[in-house]
């Protein structure tokens, strides 16, 4: 927190999502980040969307929980990306595709199951609401494994809740504020998960929590994608990083600060941010679909390869850009924990 701090407004980490719906070895978004561009990532998106399987590899989700861990240790599949600078950690988000009901569907029109509500609160004493506290145990005992190794960890829950589309975003903004309350406490408090960075995505100023339970807000900004040419929108996105910050109230903005671009399609030219000043935090593009070949031509599931949101040419730019933190350009992060107000990250960095 105290890194991302510093450097907001002044330098944009790149990011960029796990396939978590199947292993790291058969998509490797790593690896395929570092093919076309010659850099890695600083930032890597995780997913307990996996967390309700207990066969292999997944294992409750322990498979993403391994792989954050190897992240962290500034490794993928194994391999130590950074040989002349072993002390570079990977800084680590998870989101979570949260699973329930018979079918384990997180989609509302896929599901009945709705947050548990009853005189305009939290109904604790139903099946439905035991069924989440069984999850938000198992969701625990792996942050509980990430605390144990001092990671840190950028936790987005309840993502894109305003629209709709989720299940815990079907009943309205109170529900949903409720239960991302109660998440809070349950995993701060009773877990004392002290590890967890909060950062809020629910995309609407109706849909935001106490103050006290978010660190960072983000937006998921997905350009219109009918074709190559639309998707390819490599704008600021100016308009979404100013409606982001608004969502916050007046009163908590000096503590609430740093906006995030949480999930991207098509990933903002640096130049474009810094003339705007729409300077995110971080940007995060979605993963590559399990359909077709890896590096489909023209396949819009595809969010890195293939060149139907991120032309190869702009994916270079991008990530040898002197406005971009990639990997090799982070420093000793655990050299931030319990520093003074007033630190700064150019105290740390190594020499180019």
Avoid at 208 to 215: A, G
Avoid at 216 to 228: K, L, M, R
Avoid at 255 to 280: H, Q, T
Wanted: hydrophobic share 35%.
């Amino acid at each position: 927190m105290n890194y991302l701090a510093d450097c907001y407004g002044r330098v944009i980490v790149s990011g960029q999502m796990d396939a978590a719906w199947t292993t790291n070895a058969k998509i490797d978004m790593i690896a395929r980040v570092h093919a076309d561009t010659g850099k890695y990532p600083a930032l890597k998106g995780f997913d307990y969307i996996q967390l309700p399987y207990d066969r292999y590899p997944f294992y409750g989700g322990r498979e993403q929980t391994d792989e954050a861990i190897e992240w962290w240790e500034g490794k993928n599949n194994g391999i130590g990306l950074l040989a002349d600078r072993p002390e570079v950690h990977g800084i680590v988000t998870f989101c979570w595709h949260w699973r329930v009901g018979r079918k384990r569907v997180f989609y509302t029109d896929k599901t009945d199951f709705r947050i548990p509500w009853k005189d305009g609160m939290l109904d604790t004493e139903c099946g439905a609401f035991e069924s989440m506290l069984e999850d938000l145990e198992l969701l625990a005992a792996q942050l509980q494994v990430l605390k144990d190794r001092g990671i840190p960890v950028l936790w987005r829950p309840l993502h894109e809740a305003a629209g709709g589309w989720f299940w815990w975003g079907a009943s309205g903004p109170e529900p949903c504020i409720a239960l991302w309350e109660f998440m809070h406490g349950y995993l701060t408090d009773t877990h004392k998960l002290d590890n967890l960075i909060w950062v809020w995505n629910g995309q609407d100023a109706a849909w935001f929590p106490h103050p006290e339970t978010v660190h960072i807000v983000g937006y998921d900004v997905y350009p219109e994608a009918d074709t190559p040419q639309s998707a390819r929108d490599y704008s600021s996105q100016k308009k979404k990083f100013d409606e982001t910050l608004s969502m916050v109230p007046e009163s908590a903005r000096a503590s609430i600060r740093i906006v995030a671009l949480s999930e991207n399609g098509a990933i903002p030219d640096p130049d474009e941010c810094r003339k705007d000043g729409a300077m995110w935090s971080w940007f995060m593009t979605w993963n590559d679909c399990r359909r077709g070949s890896s590096h489909a031509e023209g396949c819009r599931e595809n969010f890195w390869a293939g060149g139907y949101h991120n032309a190869e040419e702009h994916k270079l730019k991008v990530y040898n850009h002197e406005l971009v933190v990639t990997l090799d350009k982070l420093p000793d992060l655990t050299a931030y924990r319990g520093a003074e107000k007033g630190f700064r990250s150019s105290d740390i960095e190594p020499e180019a």
